[in-house]
C-alpha cells in the first residue's frame, strides 16, 4: 500500500521545478522587455502648417484617439458641434491605425464636411483618403504631416493636447 516510491516522488520533484523554472524565466523576461506603450490623450486640436487648396477650412478641427495598446481608431471632430452630435459622431471611428516608439500612424476616410465648411451640397456626401503620420512631442503634443486624397504634398500639421472636457474650447490662433 505504500504509493511513495522514490522513483515517482524523484518525477513529480522535477516536474514542479520545471514548472516553477519556466514561470520565472517568462515572468522576467516580460518584466525586462513587455512595456506597455504610453497613454494618448484623447483630443487634440489641430494646427494646419498651410491652407487647404480648394478648401475653406473649419476653424478647429479635433482630432479624437481611443488606444488600445499600440491600435488606435480615430476621429475628426469640428470643435463647433454639441456634446450630442460628438457622441454620435465618436460611435463611428473613421480613422484607425497603430502607435509604435512614439509614432502614431491613422489613416481612414473622413467626409469632406469635416475638412472644409461651406461646401456644396454635392460635397457634403464625399469622402476623401487621409494619411496621418505623427511623432509625439513634449507636453503630449502630437507633430507631423497629412496626406489628403486630391491633394498632391503632405501638408505639415501639429496636434495639441486637450484636457478632457465634454465640450472643448479652443483659440483660433494659428
Do not use: W
Not at 521545478?17 to 489641430?46: D, Q, R, W
Not at 494646419?48 to 487648396?53: I, N, V
Not at 473649419?58 to 450630442?84: E, K, M, R, W
Not at 486637450?162 to 479652443?170: D, L
Amino acid at each position: 500500500m505504500n504509493h511513495l516510491h522514490l522513483k515517482s516522488l524523484s518525477f513529480y520533484g522535477v516536474a514542479i521545478c520545471s514548472v516553477l523554472l519556466l514561470f520565472k524565466t517568462v515572468t522576467t523576461y516580460g518584466e525586462n522587455n513587455l512595456k506597455a506603450p504610453i497613454s494618448l490623450k484623447e483630443n487634440y486640436s489641430l494646427i494646419f502648417g498651410e491652407k487647404l487648396p480648394d478648401c475653406n477650412q473649419q476653424d478647429t478641427i479635433i482630432l479624437n484617439i481611443h488606444q488600445s495598446g499600440v491600435y488606435l481608431n480615430g476621429l475628426f471632430v469640428p470643435a463647433n458641434l454639441n456634446s450630442q452630435q460628438i457622441s454620435t459622431i465618436k460611435e463611428h471611428p473613421t480613422l484607425t491605425g497603430r502607435y509604435n516608439n512614439k509614432n502614431i500612424s491613422l489613416s481612414g476616410q473622413i467626409p469632406n464636411y469635416l475638412l472644409c465648411k461651406n461646401i456644396d451640397v454635392a460635397d457634403k456626401k464625399a469622402h476623401r483618403l487621409v494619411n496621418l503620420q505623427m511623432q509625439i512631442e513634449k507636453q503630449d503634443n502630437l507633430t507631423g504631416q497629412i496626406s489628403i486624397s486630391g491633394i498632391n504634398k503632405p501638408i505639415k500639421v501639429s496636434a495639441v493636447a486637450q484636457s478632457n472636457q465634454e465640450n472643448p474650447k479652443t483659440s483660433n490662433s494659428h
